[in-house]
């Protein structure tokens, strides 16, 4: 007997929506956080001395993957200006590590132009996104209540380090990497994002952690605090971002 054309239409057509919404369901964002204490171990950051440092991951970029169709991205340069409203977190939470010491729009910016431009987010849900993640996912606090906390000495096993933070989040979201000239020291946390880019979710292709199997949560270094330049000590940090200077 023939196959009612009918059926086999209907079958082809709920595969191809099938295949659609798989599709779409595997777009995700990403944030990558980094350690100051891993980063800076050396001595080798500069905090710019108007603001204080966050004991705490801090912003590194949010980017997003799509496997559909890729998204026009947004022709806008970069304008400082636009984060005036959030500009005190921004500083907290998205600093510069850099030498000399600096405000962080320059990070910023590069954030915008390599990630933010096609995310699909404007500006400046972009920057209050990635703050807003950060400041929920608080990964300092969930390790603590583990008894992970930052110790010149101690060392963790990566396993439990994970399960710290993706208990915490409810999520199998993190992704774990080390100093590249040792992978004992903790320097980046990945974390998988959901496609409104509001909260953590579980990584839909989730790369292996890049660490030896017991690391190192080191406590940021106090010779890292240098003093800006002292015209910049001068200034304003809510007028360093009226003007579009990228």
Known sequence: MAPNRLAVASAALLAFLSLCSSSLAQDQYFL??????????????????????????????????????????????FYAAALQNFIQDMYKYWPSLNCPAATGIKEWGDSWNDNGKCSGIDQPL???????????????????????????????????????????????????????????????????IDPTASFPADCIDKPPNRCAERVKLLPLAYNTLQQAAEDQEQENPIQMVTSPDM
């Open 126 to 192: 972009y920057f209050q996104r990635a703050i807003n993640l950060t400041k929920s996912a608080n990964l300092l606090d969930k390790l603590a209540t583990k008894g992970i906390l930052p110790s010149k000495y101690n060392t963790y096993r990566l396993v439990d380090v994970m399960n710290a933070i993706n208990e915490g989040l409810g999520a199998n979201t993190a992704v774990i990497s080390c100093a590249s000239n040792s992978s004992s020291i903790l320097r980046n946390v990945r974390l998988c």
């Open 32 to 77: 990558y956080l980094r350690w100051p204490g891993g980063l800076c171990s050396k001595g080798d950051c500069c905090f710019h001395s108007t603001y204080p440092r966050q004991n705490d991951f801090v912003v590194h970029y949010l980017a997003r993957s799509f496997t559909g169709t890729f998204p026009q991205c947004n022709p806008n340069p």
